[in-house]
């Protein structure tokens, strides 16, 4: 059974999913750009046959939805009703969200639609703004910097986590005075990324004159900034740095390696 109206066109099917608690179904859509075509019949009657009695009207099988021009967070029940925007952001794109673990909200990222149009151009992944959505609609920004790592949520739900370039960011999920932290890696990626081409000489000689490869002087080219993190365990943050570059006809992926931050737990001052 088709869920989405006709006036609108689900984007991004990789980001179709279900609540944890399967109460829920998302989805990203925006304002169908042309009309549904009208089914051709499958015969046409000849010009001397009864003209045929038209059908009564059958009323709409889906009930108004807003629809929008740029791409919006959709939220439905798990029987596919009550369809409603969870975002009614006009002008922004909305191209990824996660659940957290519990259910009680989603991390998604969305961009201006020029931001979109400027990374497409230079052959590069979205980026966009991280920020907190919750079941009934509320919204709070996250972080006003752009991101192309994809958020994760924290084992517990308590926190989300992204990337900028070298960098780690956490956030806190709840509470009345959020918290935040950066954590800068750059010195400890370019090191890992010199004892990596030491013990991978003959593979770095056949990259010296790759396109792919640093410019900045001392600056290996196996350095790159974090492109994916994966957080399954409290004290265990994994990263993936790599080059990355969506061309026309293909996606450039190199020096793809994972890496492993270690956390410890946060001292409170209890009054």
């Not at 509320?138 to 790592?149: F, M, Q, Y």
């Not at 950066?182 to 000489?201: V, W, Y």
């Not at 492109?227 to 265990?236: F, G, I, T």
Request: aromatic letters at 10%; a negative charge.
């Amino acid at each position: 059974r088709n869920l989405i109206p006709p006036d609108i066109a689900c984007v991004f099917p990789e980001t179709v999913t279900w609540s944890p608690d399967g109460n829920y179904i998302n989805f990203i859509a925006r304002k169908r750009v042309t009309p549904s075509p009208t089914p051709t019949p499958e015969f046409e009657p000849e010009a001397s046959a009864t003209p045929a009695v038209p059908a009564p009207s059958v009323g709409p099988i889906f009930a108004p939805v807003a629809s929008f021009s740029t791409e919006q967070i959709y939220i439905c029940n798990r029987d596919g009703y009550d369809l409603k925007p969870l975002t009614a952001r006009e002008g922004l794109i909305f191209f990824y969200f996660v659940w957290a673990p519990d259910g009680h909200a989603l991390a998604a990222l969305a961009c201006k639609e020029d931001e979109w149009n400027a990374r497409e151009q230079q052959y590069k992944l979205p980026a966009g703004r991280p920020r907190l959505l919750t079941p009934d609609g509320s919204e709070r920004l996250l972080d006003d910097a752009l991101t192309d790592a994809l958020p994760v949520w924290s084992p517990d739900a308590s926190k989300v986590a992204t990337a900028f370039d070298a960098d780690i960011a956490i956030y806190d999920a709840g509470g009345k005075t959020p918290t935040q932290a950066r954590i800068p890696l750059r010195d400890q990626l370019i090191q890992a990324s010199i004892a990596f081409e030491q013990k991978t000489t003959t593979a770095r000689k056949a990259n010296a004159n790759s396109t792919t490869a640093s410019t900045t002087p001392g600056v290996p080219p196996s350095f790159n900034p974090i492109v994916r993190l994966d957080w399954r365990k409290p004290e265990a943050l994994y990263f993936q740095t790599a080059f990355v570059r969506v061309m026309p006809s293909e996606t450039i992926n190199t020096f793809q390696r994972w890496h492993q931050l270690t956390l410890s737990a946060q001292a409170a001052i209890l009054k």
